[in-house]
Every structure is written in C-alpha cells, then in structure tokens.
C-alpha cells in the first residue's frame, strides 16, 4: 500500500517523484521513486534497490511492463527466489565453501546455500533499506557495509545511481570503496521479458551476447576455473538466436566489438520490444 505524499522535481530532463511507498516486516520505512522520460517509466524500491517495474512503448507505442515485478512490499520480502529485482552484494554469485584467501589471510563467509556463499549472505545488499537522493535524471542509492559484515573484511562505501538518458534508457551505474583489500562484485537482478512480462515465456526471444568464452561450472554452479570457447555449443550466442532454458553461466566478454554493445535481447514478432 502506497502512504504519504508525492513530491517532484524538475531539476533534469527526467521527470522524478518520490513517495512512502510502505514499511517492512519490522517497521522500518520504504519509499519508491519514481522516474518518467521520453515514454520510459522506471520505479525503484529503497528496499534492496529493487527495481520494481520498467515500462517502455513497444514497436506500436503502447507503453508496457518488460520487467518482472510483485505486487507488493511484504511479496519481495517473503518472495522464495533471491535478490528478485534487487541489487545484489558485496558479492554476486557463489563464493565456494564460504571463504576465500586475500593477501595470505583466511577470511569465513556466511554460508547461506549448503556450505557456500551466494549474494551477499543471509543479509546482503538486497536485504538493506538504501539511503536515497535526487541526482540529474534520476536517483543515487547508497550504503556502508562495515568491516566483517557477512565476514567480508573492510568497510565498503556503496553508492549505486539509476538514470534515464535521452531516448529512455536506464543507466544503472555502481561505485564502491573500501578502506582495506576485499572482494567485491556489484550486479541488478532484474528478470526481463521484452514480451511484455504479461505472463507469456520469454524463451525463444533473440539474445545476442559478444563474448566467444564462458566459465563452466560445476553441480553446485560454481565456476571451476576454466574458460570454454563458446563455438560449436549451445552457449554462442555471437549471432542472435533463440534463447531456452538451462543457462546459469558468466560470459567472458570480448575485448572489441563492432557496436560497443555487450548483450542484446529481443522479442520477436507478435508484440514485444
């Protein structure tokens, strides 16, 4: 349930609002911003920095969803699946058997799926209410993780910007530091479907991702060390085509493309994006 008042800037070309939006479990205050420019509309929780909907016009100019989203605060916190449109940290993916050695020094993580650690812990990123402001064109979240916390060493000061630029398209832009050595690996956990998120599969979309290597992984999804060519099998997608299901992989991205774009999704005729 949305609560208090609305308010609204028009320091940029974005048009920004922002409104209590609800409260956790525990009390603690949410609000949502929101920010509208050139058909695109984009809301974005302070809970998790969870990015709560997108809505662009599609090839007709119909504006609609591409951006899974729940219906409500009390959903993204009970909701099974991780991180569901959230900010994911101090480290995205698995780090195998909690703990790693930095610099000759042992360090213990939260073990929070089976003996390894996954994003963040049992309270990373996208459990955290984010301090929040107005920037040009959108909005700057951010935090400080303290030294030890889920048993990562040093202090990390976060700060993670959302802004339209011209046309419409959502910048998401991470700056961290610390003050000693750490890991760290920042990323938005988004799920898209560029048919509308109106219930229909986004499989068969067409995915094209600038990247002739993958890391494989092993049983538990852990990345085993190695960098596989992706010609010849089912992960080359250096020309568009269909994606399906069963990929959980990173991509080792090439150095040089011809359009500068990573990764590019898009859904096919009827509808879509």
């Not at 008042?5 to 525990?26: C, F, K, M, R």
């Not at 205050?29 to 974005?44: I, K």
């Not at 799926?113 to 994003?119: A, D, L, P």
Request: proline share 6%.
């Amino acid at each position: 349930m949305t609560t208090g008042t609305t308010e609204t800037s028009g320091a940029s070309h974005t048009d920004i609002h922002t409104q209590d939006y609800s409260a956790l479990a525990d009390g603690t205050p949410v609000r949502r911003w929101t920010l509208e420019r050139d058909g695109t509309r984009v809301r974005v929780l302070t809970y998790g920095g969870i990015v709560q909907s997108v809505e662009v016009p599609d090839r007709d100019g119909v504006r609609g969803p591409v951006a899974l989203e729940l219906p409500d605060l009390a959903a993204y916190e009970e909701f099974s699946a991780p991180c569901f449109g959230a900010l994911v940290g101090r480290y995205a993916n698995r780090i195998a058997d909690a703990g790693f050695v930095l610099d000759g020094t042992a360090h213990r993580l939260t073990p929070n799926e089976g003996r390894n650690h996954v994003h963040g812990g049992a309270r990373g990123f996208d459990k955290r209410v984010w301090e929040a402001r107005e920037v040009p064109d959108g909005v700057r979240l951010s935090l400080v993780a303290e030294d030890g916390e889920e048993g990562f060493p040093g202090r990390l000061a976060v700060s993670v910007t959302y802004t339209l630029d011209p046309g419409g398209a959502l910048r998401i832009e991470y700056r961290a530091t610390t003050d000693a050595p750490t890991v760290v690996n920042l990323t938005n956990h988004t799920y898209w479907n560029m048919a509308g998120a109106d219930g229909s599969s986004a499989l068969g979309h067409e995915l094209r991702i600038a990247a002739g290597r993958i890391t494989p992984v092993d049983g538990a999804s852990l990345p085993t060390g190695e960098l596989a060519a992706v010609e010849g099998t089912r992960f080359d997608f250096r020309r568009p085509k269909p994606v399906g299901a069963g990929y959980d992989h990173n991509y080792v991205l090439d150095t040089a493309t011809d359009d500068g774009v990573a990764a590019e999704l898009y859904s096919p005729p009827p509808g879509g994006c």
